[in-house]
């Protein structure tokens, strides 16, 4: 873990929203690069994440991302408990959504990201939902693998 300044204590948004780890995971002494990468795409809200918009983000937003190829590999919400490993700083106060999503390459990523952006449902519908609820501005951040991730963004 290169960067640990910056952590959100997180929980599933339901039972079946986490990872689907299968495979094997590379050797121990794997050096190589692997390909792809995941983005994490973070919403911030004012008050805890409810079942409303976990609700909209399964029946609206999940498919909206489908239709322009993207899929969805997990979503979790803020974990309200308090953090029991006081050496790794978690912040705390935060309402945080976040779903991941993964992509083979820098290229597949630009054009499913032009898809969603022509979406008519993503442009007129999910745009405003999400600015009217939205603390601020969705956070994207894209996350590299290293050797022995199981977790790639290739398909």
């Not at 079946?16 to 994490?40: C, D, I």
């Not at 912040?91 to 008519?120: M, T």
């Amino acid at each position: 873990m290169i960067d640990s300044d910056n952590v959100l204590l997180l929980r599933l948004a339901h039972r079946t929203s986490g990872f689907s780890l299968n495979g094997n995971r590379p050797p121990p002494e794997t050096q190589a690069n692997q390909v792809g990468f995941v983005t994490a795409t973070m919403y911030y809200f004012d008050v805890p994440v409810k079942s409303d918009f976990i609700s909209y983000f399964e029946n609206t937003i999940q498919p909206a991302l489908m239709e322009a190829d993207i899929s969805v590999l997990a979503y979790f919400i803020t974990e309200e408990s308090p953090n029991t490993y006081p050496r790794l700083p978690v912040r705390e106060g935060e309402h945080v959504f976040v779903w991941f999503a993964g992509f083979p390459n820098q290229a597949a990523y630009e054009l499913h990201a032009a898809i969603l952006d022509e979406s008519q449902t993503w442009r007129n519908e999910i745009s405003k939902y999400l600015k009217r609820r939205l603390k601020r501005k969705p956070e994207l951040l894209k996350l590299a693998p290293n050797p022995r991730s199981r977790l790639t963004g290739s398909l």
